[in-house]
């Protein structure tokens, strides 16, 4: 499948638990996503719950549950491992947050974003 890219400037020097939103389209609609940085790696995954499609972050930006072990929903608390998106608690247990693939460049990231038809 082709993938065009969007680059977020300065995302590779992000700190271990630090998140960074940033937006992108499918087809013609203006979606989030955002990248993390967990045991040293950057990760980056759509901004939707899988119980609901719905924003994960209620207050923008904090992804991380209280003891910043895991991506909490907003919503009703489902919890995702931050290395593998997959749902570990909560309605869409067995779920994975949609990831991305990405690519440091320097100090910007490159996350390649899957094209879709446009609707
Ligand atoms: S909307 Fe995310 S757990 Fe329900």
Redesign the pocket.
Known sequence: MSAYEVVIAGAGRLQELETLKFEYREGRRKREGFVLRYQGDLYAYRNE????P?T?DWVDNRFLSRDRRHIQ??????LYEPGSGLCVW???AGSKLAGFEIELRGDDLVVKIPRSPSP
């Open positions: 719950c899988c119980h609901i719905m994960l929903c907003a919503g009703h608390g489902a909560g309605p869409p």
